[in-house]
């Protein structure tokens, strides 16, 4: 165990029982922490991070059931067990204990058997339980990074012409995007939001990778690549699993964007001149029905056209009700104009910036990829 697992904080405003205590735990060879008062005792919990609080219920000002309390409702310290100990060996004080946040009770006068064998099992579990934790984060990592190094950047692809915005709101994002060269003159733009942020999910994004680059051809259209794909996402998705796309692909040579969208949002182009355009959805989901339907808009462009593709958490905000996803779609029509000047990756970031301006938080995985077309 590290040191601080192998720390035990001791409070009580009678020094002789902190002092019987301590001798009790030397004995183990624990490093003790004491404090006489409920608010010395957080302050030390904050700073030291012991492995387990042993805590007097009967201490004046602040007894141990608000110190508990307290504790429990800080970041810093709510993982930290706490062990009540007291003379009020009975049922009420027991369950109060327990409801505030304790996980067991000592009653007075110590045992030292006792008390050295409840503190050595609860720091055994706390030492798994941290193990655990410390394990799952570093996995969460591993795929986090490598979710990370199979996205492609603009500098990767710069005759790609793009500038992406990429956080997942956890580890395991849900969403994806990737842009890749079909054949001469002729690229690939595709983001996808997946089902889920768990670890199915972004093991979803390395196959669904692998799968749009494979069946993105000059031999097939985009809505035979989106029809192969969803054949495959058939038999490798778990039932409920599922996902929205859209998947644009952009002829420079002869200025024909192709836009096949699955369910997803709607595609936002917007010209040097004249009006934008929303190119809405009508498309089936992915991973679903085995006969799902992929219609193709063919849009002809001009020199200096621009087209935003994004996911749902660029839009929506639940807390408090502060924005729907119209209002959402209007914020980013604005923002997209307003930045028309700027290029293409300053234009993006600047959008996402905007989006999130006045203390909005993400709350749901983001993409933004803008494209010159």
Not at 49 to 60: E, N, S, T, V
Not at 153 to 167: R, S, T
Not at 256 to 277: C, D, F, S, T, W
Request: proline share 3%.
């Amino acid at each position: 165990m590290h040191n601080k697992e192998m720390s035990v904080l001791v409070v009580d405003d009678n020094e002789m029982n902190v002092i019987m205590l301590a001798e009790m735990l030397n004995e183990l060879g624990y490093r003790v922490l004491t404090a006489n008062s409920g608010p010395e005792a957080r302050s030390i919990a904050t700073k030291e991070q012991p492995g387990i609080i042993l805590l007097d219920i009967m201490m004046p000002e602040e007894d141990g059931f608000e110190t508990c309390r307290k504790l429990k409702q800080s970041a810093t310290t709510a993982d930290i067990p706490v062990i009540f100990i007291s003379a009020l060996n009975d049922t009420e004080n027991t369950v109060k204990g327990l409801t505030v946040g304790g996980i067991d009770y000592i009653a007075k006068p110590f045992q030292m058997a006792e008390v050295q064998a409840r503190v050595k099992n609860y720091l055994k579990l706390r030492h798994t339980y941290l193990r655990v934790i410390e394990e799952q984060a570093n996995r969460l990592r591993q795929i986090h990074d490598a979710q990370q190094a199979i996205l492609v950047q603009p500098d990767d692809l710069p005759e790609a012409n793009f500038g992406i915005y990429y956080q997942p709101i956890l580890e395991a994002g849900g969403d994806f995007y990737d842009v890749f060269q079909v054949s001469s003159g002729v690229f690939g733009y595709f983001v996808a939001d997946i089902s889920g942020h768990d670890l199915g999910a972004s093991f979803a994004t390395s196959a669904l990778k692998a799968l749009m680059r494979q069946n993105a051809s000059p031999l097939y259209s985009p809505e035979e690549t989106l029809r192969m794909v969803n054949s495959v996402l058939l038999s490798i998705f778990a039932d409920g699993q599922h996902l929205t796309a859209a998947y644009a692909s952009v002829d420079r040579g002869n200025s024909i964007l192709y836009l096949v969208n699955a369910a997803h949002l709607p595609v936002l182009l917007l010209p040097r001149q004249g009006e934008p355009k929303w190119l809405e959805a009508d498309g089936d989901v992915l991973g679903v029905f085995d006969t799902a339907l992929f219609n193709r808009q063919e849009i002809k462009f001009s020199e200096g056209e621009r087209l935003y593709i994004f996911s749902d958490g660029l839009l929506e905000s639940f807390e408090d009700k502060i924005r729907t996803r119209e209002q959402g779609l209007d914020e980013l029509l604005r923002f997209a104009i307003n930045t028309r000047d700027l290029n293409i990756q300053e234009a993006t970031a600047e959008i996402v910036r905007l989006m999130f301006d006045g203390g909005r938080r993400m709350e749901d995985d983001v993409v933004l990829m803008g494209v010159d077309i």
